[in-house]
């Protein structure tokens, strides 16, 4: 690599523990060394009669059963100002309820039971009556136009679908037709008209008539459970599923990444038609008994800072590209808030950027702890703690129980890991974590791909330093062969975010006839700052400056990136457009078809 240098920061923040408010994991090594799987189920409690493990059970009735349903488990924000608390007894009742609407319909464990809705309290209810009721909950991200819609459903087959009125009669009834697996569509209707679409149930009237109790049936650990489709960042969405034991996971990362504890007050602000929003906006803030935020509002930085001001946040995980547009609106505004309940922040979704964590630690006084993660892993596997040191632009460190490695292929055609810390390979993992996807929707050969020589291949390039910390290099996709080196887009895009007109930026390789491929970048701007010939020499000589044979030749401005509607950088696309090649699957792209 060409500018790992430069990048891997010297600066690095350092924790001191306060007395007697030691984080859920205190001491990294002794976990890892002391960690088990088959320990941490024991902090589960398993269906009672030992009848296996449901992921729903884990997360509410547990709580319920031990008398302690009265504690808040939703704080729901509406859209126009609403408030509603639901208690963990409340949502048990509903969602036994919704297991119940669906026993009606005569829904089968193993069906899959679809969500279009925004975010709603209904879409809860219907995640955890889907999960009791052993069928799999697939939710799909509301914005998305008829077209990627009826693409999902009939991937997954689904047989049952929640939508709101409005979302129904504007993107599903045209489409309905062409899936022929869609049985059932349960329709939220929208209070100023209630009127019920044609072919629809009614969400009132379905679930008026179910009744309030629902025995969960016996519930194998490896039956499945979620369908969750990929950002699509690199090519067609893929719908990758995960069994009910993956709630070991989701419980175990929330405590010792997130550092939840019951009682908290959490807040995730990820959608959950995207994993993040399902394991960590459901599963694990349920399972560690916090009481979660739900916001069903877009992204406002006015109304997210009153939100962790009022709601005392004291647990946040977000995206590195909601933090970048905090950062673009200025230190001031989170400066006038008393946010002093704000105990850790956290970020996934793509590399965040080292001034991001810095500027997180200026303004928040803490950093934000960076992980990483797949849909495909289905829970966090390497993050940065509360108890330890951050390296901003490190990923951190794999979770105990989870063994990563960085791999190259020998000689012998073989994987072999890289020790060397300044040598990239590709990040693999050891597949046998409990969260792990146990197959990509009807596509086994796709699935079969990702494993070799006993490691899941994650297809992103990192590297692993001395102390064991992971720095992303790239996706293997957008890595950039210049001159004869391997240059990953995340470090150069760094060091051009480092300088003080930039907000964003995206890099991409493009062919040159001399030298084979020249590195180009596009930035966005600070509002303050405008577009013109000699910020752009300005920039040029900054990334020679900075990055030396690794530099853009090339930077153009560009208004806004093009980016998944999960906030990642659709490098691809830059690269397609500036080459005037196909765009290939754009369904996930932000303000594309909707
Ligand atoms: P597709 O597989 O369809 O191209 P995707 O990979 O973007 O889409 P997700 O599963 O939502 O779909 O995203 C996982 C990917 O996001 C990771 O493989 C990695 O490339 C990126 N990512 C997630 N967290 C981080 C992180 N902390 N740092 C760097 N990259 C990250
Ligand atoms: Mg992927």
């Known amino acids: 690599m060409q500018c790992a240098k430069e990048t891997h920061v010297d600066m690095r923040i350092e924790k001191q523990l306060q007395k007697g408010h030691a984080p859920n994991l205190s001491d990294y090594d002794q976990e890892c060394a002391s960690f088990s799987w088959a320990k941490a189920r024991e902090e589960l409690d398993g269906l009672p009669g030992d009848r296996g493990l449901n992921l729903a059970y884990e997360a509410i009735g547990r709580h319920v059963a031990k008398g302690l349903g009265d504690q808040t488990a939703i704080i729901w924000l509406g859209k126009k100002g609403e408030r509603v608390e639901i208690s963990y007894a409340e949502l048990d009742s509903l969602s036994n309820k919704f297991a119940n609407v669906l026993a009606n319909l005569g829904v089968e464990p193993g069906d899959r039971v679809y969500s279009l809705a925004g975010r709603i309290p209904e879409l809860y209810v219907c995640a955890l009556g889907t999960l009791k009721h052993r069928a799999v909950f697939c939710p799909l991200f509301s914005a998305f136009g008829p077209e990627p819609i009826a693409q999902r459903l009939n991937l997954g087959e689904a047989r049952v679908l929640l939508s709101t009125e409005r979302l129904y009669r504007r993107r599903i009834a045209g489409i309905r037709e062409r899936i022929p697996t869609l049985e059932h569509v349960i329709v939220v209707a929208d209070p100023k008209k ?16 179910a009744m309030a109790d629902y025995e969960i049936a016996d519930t194998d650990p490896e039956t499945p459970a979620l369908l969750h489709f990929t950002s699509g960042t690199t090519g067609t969405p893929k719908g990758a599923y995960h069994v009910h034991q993956a709630v070991l996971t989701h419980y175990m990362t929330g405590k010792l990444a997130l550092d939840l504890r019951p009682g908290d007050i959490y807040w995730c602000t990820a959608d959950p038609g995207w994993v993040t929003g399902t394991s960590y906006g459901i599963s694990a803030p349920l399972t560690n ?26 647990v946040w995980y977000t995206a590195p590209t909601a933090i970048r547009m905090l950062m673009k609106t200025g230190p001031e505004l989170p400066q006038s808030k008393d946010l002093s309940a704000l105990r850790f922040m956290a970020s996934v979704g793509e590399p965040l950027n080292p001034q991001a964590v810095v500027w997180g630690y200026e303004v928040f006084g803490k950093p934000f702890h960076d992980n990483w993660w797949q849909t495909e892993t289905g829970g966090i596997m390497i993050s940065n703690y509360a108890s330890m040191d951050v ?25 072999h890991e890289v020790d060397d810390p300044d040598k990239d390979g590709e990040l693999a993992l050891r597949p046998d974590w409990p969260s792990m996807f146990r197959g ?29 910390y992971y720095w992303f290099v790239g996706r293997a996709d957008d890595v950039i062969k210049s001159a004869g080196h391997l240059i990953g887009p995340f470090e150069v895009e760094s060091v051009i975010m480092k300088h003080p007109a930039v907000a964003e930026v995206g890099v991409i390789g493009k062919p040159d006839p001399v030298a084979g491929t ?70 996930t792209l932000e303000g594309g078809d909707s």
């Not at 209630?194 to 008539?209: C, F, I, L, Q, R």
């Not at 990563?404 to 020998?410: C, N």
């Open 518 to 587: 020249i590195i180009k970048a596009f930035v966005s701007l600070h509002p303050d700052h405008e577009w013109s010939d000699e910020l752009q020499k300005e920039l040029i000589g900054f990334g020679r400056k900075n990055l030396g044979t690794a530099a853009p030749r090339e930077i153009d401005f560009i208004e806004s990136l093009p980016k998944t509607r999960s906030g990642k950088i659709m490098r691809r696309l830059l690269k397609a457009r500036e080459l005037g090649l196909p765009e290939g699957d754009t369904s």
């Open 194 to 209: 209630p009127k019920k679409p044609e072919g629809t149930v009614d969400w009132s009237d379905a679930m008026t008539e």
């Open 440 to 468: 990509y929707w009807n596509n086994k050969e796709r699935y079969d791909a990702c494993f070799r020589d006993g490691w899941y291949l994650s297809g992103d390039l990192a590297r692993r330093d001395e102390e064991g």
């Open 289 to 314: 008994r916090v009481t979660m935020i739900i916001d069903e509002a877009e992204f406002d930085p006015k109304r997210w800072y009153q939100i962790l001001e009022e709601e005392k946040v004291q």
């Open 391 to 415: 390296k901003p632009g490190s990923m951190g460190r794999p979770i105990p129980g989870v063994t990563a490695g960085i791999v190259r292929e020998g000689d012998d055609g073989h994987l």
